[in-house]
């Protein structure tokens, strides 16, 4: 998920599949055939240096963010746009090694009782006399 100077093939075609969708429209404002290559390269430059991208997560949520916008653009979109409308990175959990068992939760919870309890028994007195404050 690093992020590199220039954009990788992915991206671009990401985005150039995106761009032909949003094309195919014929919105007000939709550049020529002949700049889309160039509307392209403005988006992936645009878009590149916005996030930290990754192939397997951020395709699908771009296909997805381009056929949202493709549903309510009423004229050809900024790039801004997209990301309006990029669904969020989905939480992820740390894998665990293994799952534990009750028994095993129930053993390490009546541990941790005993090590919390003979901590507290063991602290020392501390000197307090009623009444003053120690600044």
Known sequence: MT??????????????????????????????????FGTASAWVDALWSTRAWEQARDVPRLNAAFLRLSGVAEQWPAPVMLLRYLPEVPASRPALG??????????????????????????????????????
């Open 3 to 36: 992020q590199s100077s220039s954009p990788p093939e992915w991206f671009d075609q990401a985005i150039a599949n995106g761009l032909q969708r949003l094309y195919a429209l014929s919105l007000p404002r939709t550049p020529s055939a002949d700049l889309l």
């Open 98 to 135: 293994r799952t534990w068992t009750t028994d095993e939760i129930l053993a390490n919870r009546r541990r941790l009782r005993d090590v919390l309890r003979d901590a507290i028994r063991d602290m020392p007195d501390l000197p307090y006399q009623r009444g003053r404050r120690d600044e």
